[in-house]
């Protein structure tokens, strides 16, 4: 157990470090309007503190950082989110007032909006294939020789491709496959399309159409792009701009990651619904040991849907940033639901 005073001590050490990232010595701490302790108090109370391991003293300096499980106990004790200012608020709803064609778009925002306000990078995951289900399929010829797909989620996701028509269909055969596709495949999640498509529908299509798989061959090509997960970034090179981050190897290392959409997904995916903080180590993935990862999951109708990340140095401005993750996480599940139930 923490004294008061090394509360006191030590939550100023973290803020002053958060706001100038140099190290924190004993008499800066004493000239603060809240700590009436001398700086021979306060310099023993460090010392005690290092030897807790919740401070670190960098070499070449006199003063103390905080240490991972120092930045973990102030999250977990100390961290009182920061309500958001008037202009913050109306910057996460003006993302929310626009109109937007496609739920995708209002995620995109979300990703840009995110980044603008922390200056740190953003990842959204949106609506979560495993999640997302079929909700209709359109194939619209445009020649003789090509369609273009339409496929619609319950999410309000759509997503449009051009496929090559085989050789021997006509169009009554691509609108008698559209009517079974939405009338047997309607609320299967899209991650199962593909099999069902082999396991049932090809059946079902051996009785109706002469050439069943062609059409198959057509209908795998348009499904088959909604294995991934769809990640969005804000704000990429943001980390460019911290202090932690001149180094170029480490900013090299990261942005190699940020092209791996599987990667970035497993590492950001919330294991839980609501608000997670993953300081350093934590993350469980070597490039991420000096970074903090906060997480917070959206709903359509209370049903988890994706997550809003954002990635920054461990000294992260924490009471600011969760206070914007949890308003952006609430409006944005209250968007997403109004648009669902419409």
């Known amino acids: 157990m923490l004294t008061e005073r090394q509360l006191l001590i030590l939550k ?9 990232a140099e190290p924190v010595g004993s008499r800066s701490v004493s000239k603060r309007e809240d700590m009436s302790y001398s700086p021979a108090t306060i310099r023993n109370e460090m010392s005690d503190l290092e030897e ?60 840009k909006i995110l980044s603008n306000l922390t200056s740190y990078t953003s990842i959204v995951l949106g609506p ?78 051996e009785k109706y159409i002469d050439q069943y798989d062609l059409m198959l061959s057509l209908l795998n090509r348009t499904f088959i792009s909604h294995q991934n997960e769809k990640v969005f970034f804000g704000g990429k090179t943001n980390i460019l701009a911290q202090p932690e981050f001149h180094n170029v190897e480490r900013v090299r290392e990261l942005f190699n990651i940020f092209e791996e959409n599987a990667l970035i997904s497993k ?16 993350n469980r993935f070597e490039p991420f040991d000096e970074c903090t990862v906060i997480t917070a999951t959206y ?9 809003v990340g ?10 600011r940033v969760v206070g914007i993750m949890d308003y952006m996480a609430k409006d944005l599940s209250k968007l997403l639901t109004n648009r669902y139930n419409k």
Do not use: C, W
């Open 12 to 20: 100023a050490i973290i803020d002053d470090y958060i706001t100038h």
């Open 52 to 111: 807790l391991g919740f401070l670190e003293k960098p070499h070449s300096s006199a003063g103390r950082i905080p240490s991972q499980k120092g930045y973990r106990y102030y999250v977990d004790h100390l961290l009182s989110p920061q309500k958001l200012s008037k202009k913050d608020k109306s910057g996460i709803q003006s993302v929310f007032q626009e109109r937007f064609s496609e739920i995708e778009e209002v995620i995109q925002q979300s990703a």
């Open 128 to 205: 979560e294939v495993f999640e997302s289900t079929l909700k209709q399929l359109q194939i619209i010829p445009i020649s003789n020789e090509a369609a273009v797909a339409i496929i619609v989620t319950d999410t309000g996701h759509v997503e449009n491709q051009t496929v090559a028509i085989p050789e021997g269909l006509n169009t009554h055969d691509l609108e008698k496959v559209v009517n079974i596709i939405n009338e047997r495949l309607k609320g299967v999640p899209l991650v199962h399309l593909r099999h069902k498509l082999t396991t049932e529908i090809g059946k079902v299509l």
């Open 267 to 282: 590492l950001f995916r919330a294991e839980d619904q609501g608000l997670t903080i993953k300081i350093g180590q934590e």
């Open 299 to 307: 709903a359509i109708d209370g049903k988890h849907m994706g997550t």
């Open 310 to 319: 954002i990635l920054g140095p461990t000294r992260m401005e924490y009471p």
